[in-house]
C-alpha cells in the first residue's frame, strides 16, 4: 500500500498504526519506507495515461491531444472526471461500437441516454445526427460535467440535459427511439418496466453496464416487456445488449442464444 503527503509524515504514528493493524496476524510485520519523492508533473503523466481511442466511427481523445483525427471520425473531447465514460472502459465501448452499427442502418429522432455520466454517449448521438437528444443521470456532479464536455464539443445546445430519479419525469406520453443505458446489472433489470414504456414502437434500446454471467438476470427482465434480443456484444468480460420490440424495424435477424 502506498500513501502521499504533502509534508513528512510521523513515522512513530505510522509504525504504531502498522502494528495495530497487524494483531492477530501470524505473518511477519511488513517493512515500513518513507521517502521524498522528487517533483513529477502528474498531470502530464494523468494525460499520458489516457491516449485517443477509436470505436467504429468515434475518436475519442483528451483535451491535451493535439494529433490529428482519423479522416472521417467523430471526434469526442472527453477528459477524465468526476463522472463515469472516458471511451476506455468495455461498457462504453461496446454502446459506441453499437450506436455505430445502428446509425448505418437508421436514423433516430427521439435518443435517450439514461445514465449520462460525462454525457460521451449522448454527444456521440448528437453529431451522429445532429438532433437533441435527452440525457438524464441521477448524479448532479454527472450533469455539471455533461455540460461542461457538451460546450467544449460544441453541443450545449442539442442536448437537454438535467438532473433525474431514473426515467420519472420524462412524462408517461414521452417516447423513444433509441435509448441507452450503461449502468449496472441490478438497477438495469429493475428499470426494465420503465425502459419498456419510455421505447416507441420499433424502437431500440442499447445497454450494458453488465457482466456475462449477469446477462441471464437482465435479458430475463426486459423479455418480460417483450423485448427481443438483436445483437450481443462482448467485450473484455463486459457484454452491450441491443434489444428492440417485437416489430421493431430493423433488419431481420435470428436472434441469438
Not at 161 to 172: F, K, M, P, V
Not at 196 to 201: G, K, M
Request: proline share 5%; glycine share 8%; with cysteine.
Amino acid at each position: 500500500m502506498e500513501g502521499f503527503a504533502t509534508a513528512a509524515p510521523e513515522r512513530a504514528l505510522l509504525e504504531t498504526a502498522l502494528a495495530l493493524a497487524w494483531v492477530d496476524r501470524d505473518d511477519a510485520l511488513p517493512a515500513l519506507g518513507v521517502e521524498r519523492v522528487p517533483p513529477r508533473d502528474w498531470l502530464a503523466e494523468n494525460q499520458a495515461s489516457f491516449p485517443p481511442l477509436r470505436a467504429g466511427r468515434y475518436f475519442i481523445r483528451g483535451s491535451h491531444h493535439r494529433g490529428a483525427a482519423p479522416a472521417g471520425a467523430v471526434v469526442l473531447v472527453i477528459d477524465a472526471a468526476t463522472a463515469f465514460g472516458s471511451g476506455e472502459h468495455a461498457t462504453t465501448r461496446g454502446c459506441l461500437l453499437a450506436l455505430d452499427a445502428l446509425a448505418r442502418r437508421r436514423r433516430f429522432a427521439r435518443v435517450l441516454d439514461m445514465g449520462t455520466g460525462t454525457g460521451i454517449l449522448a454527444m456521440a448521438a448528437a453529431k451522429t445526427w445532429r438532433r437533441c437528444v435527452v440525457a438524464r443521470d441521477i448524479d448532479a456532479e454527472a450533469v455539471r460535467v455533461t455540460a461542461h464536455n457538451a460546450a467544449v464539443n460544441g453541443v450545449a445546445s442539442l442536448l437537454d440535459l438535467r438532473r433525474s430519479e431514473g426515467y420519472r419525469g420524462l412524462g408517461r406520453s414521452r417516447r423513444f427511439d433509441l435509448v441507452f443505458a450503461n449502468i449496472l446489472a441490478r438497477p438495469l433489470a429493475l428499470m426494465a418496466p420503465a425502459l419498456a414504456r419510455a421505447l416507441a414502437p420499433g424502437g431500440v434500446a442499447v445497454l450494458s453496464g453488465l457482466l456475462a454471467r449477469q446477462e441471464r438476470a437482465v435479458l430475463a427482465a426486459h423479455r418480460a416487456q417483450r423485448l427481443t434480443l438483436r445483437r450481443r456484444l462482448r467485450l473484455s468480460g463486459w457484454h452491450t445488449l441491443v434489444l428492440a420490440r417485437d416489430h421493431a424495424t430493423l433488419p431481420s435477424q435470428r436472434e441469438e442464444p
